[in-house]
């Protein structure tokens, strides 16, 4: 379950990323924050790293003289990258496989201390049953645990899953970013994450379904900041005096 230096630095990265929405330095610069504190070693290969698989997309360049300063933002795939390796979910499972592991490896770890250590075969045996005994218990406190996290949300009723058939990848998209720190998303990247799976989703209907899950309150749909200045504005709904353009759960 351990992570190595570069895996640990990009995570902070992406977790910075996601609390502060908008475009970032990639490295920080004299007193201005970015991303990542340097460009040369782990932060580098992190840095590296995180255009390379999609992470981060580099949204500008800024040159000043010889120096040149990239800003980014964060990508779908990154908000997954981080939810794989910071939800609570996913460390709990990691740690009832372990638990299952150990307790597989005990029976023959046990034969091979009685074979080397026959005068403490009693003692021993006392002691691995008792430890096996608390593994157990844990494991099934642990599956206890995963099954209340898992069934949290509510599921969503039949009529609405079958005339919004994205809505579950879109609440999950959501429940992802919450669990990260963000608790709103910008309608366009969510329309981004659904169109990886459902290609052929038009804005149209995407606005549609936004309306039907918000009206059975399985989301709510939130209004801009500053509606006169949208990067997206084709993606903004309109309700009353209000221009809506992000979604929270």
Sequence with gaps: ???????????????????AAGEQRLHKSGKLDGLFPGRAGVNGEAA??????????????????????DWVRLTPRGVEFLHEHESPLRALADLRELLRASGEAVPPWLAG???????????????????????????????????????????????LAASVPWAPAALDYLDQRQQGGAAECALPE?????????????????????RRLQERRALRLLPADDAAS????????????QVLYAAAL
Excluded: I
């Design 230 to 241: 949208l990067a997206q504005p084709e993606f903004a709904l309109f309700d009353g005096t």
């Design 1 to 19: 379950m351990s992570r190595d230096k570069v895996t640990e630095a990009l995570v902070e990265a992406l977790r910075q990323a996601l609390a």
């Design 190 to 210: 969510l329309f981004a994450a659904l169109r990886r799976t459902a290609a052929d989703l038009s804005v149209t209907a995407f606005h549609d379904g936004l």
């Design 48 to 69: 590296a790293r995180a255009l390379r698989d999609g992470l981060l997309e580099v949204v500008r360049t800024e040159t000043r003289g010889k120096a040149s300063c």
């Design 113 to 159: 201390l009685r074979r080397e250590l026959r005068q403490l075969s009693d003692k021993v045996e006392e002691y691995v049953r008792g430890a096996q005994a608390r593994l157990e218990g844990l494991a099934v406190r642990v599956d206890e645990t995963l099954a209340r996290l898992e069934k949290l949300r509510p599921a969503l009723p039949d009529d």
